[in-house]
Each structure stands twice: as structure tokens, then as C-alpha cells.
């Protein structure tokens, strides 16, 4: 039986405007809106990334936060 799609939880969120740019185009891709896609995204996560590329991505990412967020 299918999980019904509801939402529980609401939280604010930082994104990058590139960050932002993606998601809104992943969603368009797929015809789900913004929450819908994030849900996809984290409920699929282990499927949709590749263990490797997303340490490394992480790295760098973490290395420029500080400097991003001034």
C-alpha cells in the first residue's frame, strides 16, 4: 500500500540561488512542485547519489561555506 503524501513538517531553509535554480528545475523536469521534489530527493536519497562523488562534493562545498555566507 502506498505512503500517503502528506506534509508533517515544515522548517525554514537557507539555499543558494544556484541551489534554488536546480530544485526548481528538477521539479519542473518532473511535474512535482518545490516540497514535493525535496521529498523525492531525501525519501530516494541512497538511490540518487553516488557515495563517492558526494563525499568529495561535500568537501568542497564545506571548505567555501564560510566565505559564501558573508
Known sequence: MP???RLTRRF???MTEDGY???KSFAAETGL???EALSF????FDAVTDDD???HRLR???TTLDERKR
Do not use: H, Y
Not at 530527493?41 to 530516494?44: A, D, I, S, T, V
Open 60 to 62: 568542497q562545498f564545506n
Open 12 to 14: 525554514p531553509v537557507s
Open 21 to 23: 535554480r536546480k530544485l
Open 33 to 35: 512542485d518545490e516540497g
Open 41 to 44: 530527493l531525501f525519501e530516494n
Open 53 to 55: 562523488l558526494l563525499a
Open 3 to 5: 505512503k500517503r503524501f
